[in-house]
């Protein structure tokens, strides 16, 4: 992990040639710093960026981190699919608020209760707009604990993080995050089945790791 003023000379160098699984972190950023960089970087979706009162960091992600993020899009809408319930996904969007000086990008995240109230937008307000009702962070080559301060400033009620052995679940509870047992939104929702799921995949292909996800979802709700 790398750390640096705003006012180096070489930032925007070290961002663009910033290699995947690391982090640059810089301090002492004003809001309007941050919402320039958001738009410096815009064309590179796939770095994660946070801001935590003014302090930044900027992530790039490994490919494996992607492909794991994808894969649990993918075991999400399956099971909404299954359960008939309504779930729609908004990737890594920014979640943003000014007046609380945060801000993040998730892995993925979901909108389930508050689905109703987003649809057809592709950019949040969160000063107005209610935040995503899921999100997911992959801790594959950095941790996002530190991250879940951001989240419940942002007023998100759940987070589900997978570090590479363990798919676990936390729940907002007084403005802090607390292990579940499962989610709230996608009640039945196995984390052993979803790491077994994603485990399977150094060994099948993902349409066959897919369908037997599928196949242990539709056996379960037969009992």
Request: charged share 25%; with cysteine.
């Amino acid at each position: 992990m790398a750390c640096m003023s705003f006012r180096s000379a070489d930032f925007r160098e070290s961002i663009e040639h910033l290699p995947a699984g690391a982090t640059l972190v810089i301090h002492g950023l004003h809001w309007d710093d941050y919402e320039e960089i958001l738009g410096d970087i815009s064309h590179r979706p796939r770095l994660r960026v946070s801001y935590d009162c003014g302090k930044l960091e900027v992530m790039s992600p490994p490919q494996e981190h992607e492909m794991i993020a994808r894969l649990i899009d993918a075991m999400v809408r399956i099971y909404a699919e299954e359960l008939d319930l309504n779930v729609d996904s908004y990737g890594s969007t920014t979640c943003k608020r000014e007046s609380v000086g945060k801000g993040v990008e998730p892995d993925a995240c979901y909108y389930v209760e508050n689905a109703a109230l987003v649809i057809g937008k592709r950019q949040f307000d969160l000063e107005f707009d209610p935040p995503p009702d899921i999100v997911v962070e992959i801790d594959i080559t950095s941790e996002s604990l530190s991250r879940f301060s951001i989240y419940a400033a942002l007023g998100v009620p759940e987070i589900w993080r997978y570090d590479g052995s363990t798919f676990q679940f936390y729940e907002l509870k007084e403005n802090k995050f607390t292990e579940s047992a499962g989610s709230r939104f996608l009640p039945g929702l196995s984390g052993l089945l979803m790491c077994e799921t994603i485990e399977s995949t150094k060994s099948l292909r993902q349409t066959a790791a897919l369908k037997v996800f599928r196949n242990r979802i539709r056996a379960s709700q037969s009992k």
